[in-house]
């Protein structure tokens, strides 16, 4: 299965990604962990990238489309693959679409997280990431509606839109529905 999971920051996406990566058998390819995997190891990647995640900035399409190309090249990601945080903006949805049709796929689904704007600053403040302070939380938030909403355009269709609200159970629940996968099998 090859899916792209969106949403807002706080929304869950990572903690759904990995849940369902151990459901459906394929790697869950973060480009936030790549990228802070990059800043932790002060890769050349890393030294480039860590003022944007600081200022809760999207880091340029060129990197990051890279980055992505890179990783999907790896042999684990040959059967699928779920996709989290990646693409941000209309371009990396372009540049997606190519790395995909040059390896003859396409993706099963893209599946939107929805939650109020309140909840998720709760739930990203709660985490306490480097980069969750209420300032750097907020222009994630406007970042995302400015450049990552139009990217749901490009995939009409394909998305299913799932209430990220509640608990993680609830959640992962909506989402194997959305998917039209059955909920019964154990995720651990
Ligand atoms: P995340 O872990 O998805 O919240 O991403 C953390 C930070 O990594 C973001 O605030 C951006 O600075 C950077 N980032 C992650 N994914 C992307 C992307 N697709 N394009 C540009 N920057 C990204």
């Known amino acids: 299965m090859r899916i792209l999971l969106m949403g807002p920051p706080g929304a869950g996406k990572g903690t759904q990604a990995e849940i369902l990566g151990r459901r459906l058998g394929v790697p869950h390819v973060s480009t936030g962990d790549l990228f802070r995997d990059h800043v932790g190891r002060r890769t050349p990647l890393g030294r480039e990238a860590a003022r944007f995640l600081d200022a809760g900035e999207l880091v340029p399409d060129r990197v990051t489309t890279d980055m992505v190309r890179h990783r999907l ?18 371009r990396q949805a372009h540049a997606l679409s190519a790395i995909l049709s040059a390896r003859g796929e396409a993706l099963d689904a893209v599946v939107e997280f929805t939650a109020p704007e309140e909840v998720l600053v709760r739930r990203l403040l709660a985490r306490g990431r480097p980069d969750d302070t209420e300032d750097v939380i907020r222009h994630r938030q406007r970042v995302h509606h400015r450049e990552t909403v139009p990217v749901l355009g490009h995939y009409a269709g394909l998305v299913r839109t799932v209430e990220a609200v509640g608990t993680v159970e609830d959640i992962t629940a909506r989402t194997l529905r959305a998917l039209g996968l059955p909920e019964g099998v154990s995720t651990r």
């Open 73 to 90: 090249d790896q042999p684990d990601a040959a059967r699928g693959f779920l996709l989290d945080g990646f693409p941000r903006t209309v």
